[in-house]
């Protein structure tokens, strides 16, 4: 009589083949891992400084705003740096709250991250981005984008403080960062849509250095209008204390 081969042996005879040609599963990583990854590429870190400047009107009359940005995980200072006329006004994002402040008055004033900033950028565009708290992923599916692999991933806002109702994603599979974003309604309407760049590169702890984002193009889905850019410059790791990023100093 014959006896059964040890279940070892027997899956060793189905993988064998399979490592033979090659052929390795294709992890599938968690949808709010993969967010949190593409965040931490977008400004979610424990304490980064860079400078953002938009520019918006075209060729024939660009117009700029630079601004300086200390960032600790979603939370961040801003203050205008150019044009001198606009030196001193202040933005401050804490605890999901956004703040104003220039220097003619006389206490901060509250506003929304919606608010448009310069040209197609709102003021929550400038800001790190916080996708894998703020919304829930409603479906997922595999893509490329201009010959890349990405997961293109359906996004919903878990409620109306965040600048965006709702998101559709691409991450590239390979460095887990998001490529382009297109922005909607709460009524399904296309309205904006953005490309992403990076073009730098941060250390993050044990795992190394990942990209850093460094150029963002917003297009206007609606009118078909002149694009707004913001470019992401000298990205450099530091701590950040707590009173920087407290509204009770914001109009000192």
């Known amino acids: 009589m014959k006896c059964a081969p040890p279940i070892w042996l027997a899956l060793a005879s189905i993988a064998l083949p399979l490592i033979a040609a090659g052929a390795t599963p294709d992890a599938e990583p968690d949808s709010a891992h993969l967010l949190e990854q593409a965040d931490r590429s977008r400004g979610n870190l424990e304490g980064v400084r860079w400078t953002v400047t938009l520019i918006t009107g075209g060729e024939d009359a660009p117009r ?51 608010q448009k900033l310069m040209g197609n950028a709102a003021y929550g565009d400038i800001a790190a981005t916080n996708y894998s708290e703020d919304y829930e992923t409603v479906s997922r599916e595999p893509a490329r984008l201009d010959g890349i692999p990405c997961w293109v991933l359906d996004l919903e806002a878990r409620g109306s403080h965040v600048t965006y109702d709702r998101i559709r994603y691409w991450i590239e599979r390979d460095r887990r960062v998001g490529l382009k974003a297109e922005y909607y309604t709460v009524s399904g309407k296309l309205f904006k849509s953005a490309d992403i760049e990076y073009g730098h590169r941060v250390e993050d702890g044990p795992t190394g250095s990942r990209p850093f984002i460094s150029k963002m193009t917003i297009h206007d889905e609606l009118t078909g209008g ?3 850019i913001l470019e992401f410059a000298d990205p450099r790791l530091e701590e950040i204390d707590a009173a920087t990023l407290s509204v009770n100093r914001l109009g000192e």
């Open 64 to 114: 700029g705003r630079t601004y300086r940005v200390a960032a600790r995980d979603f939370d961040f200072l801003a203050e205008c740096v150019a044009p001198p006329r606009r030196r001193g006004y202040r933005l401050l994002q804490t605890r999901g709250n956004m703040w104003f402040y220039k220097p003619d008055l006389s206490k901060p004033v509250p506003i929304s991250r919606r």
């Open 226 to 228: 002149e694009d707004t």
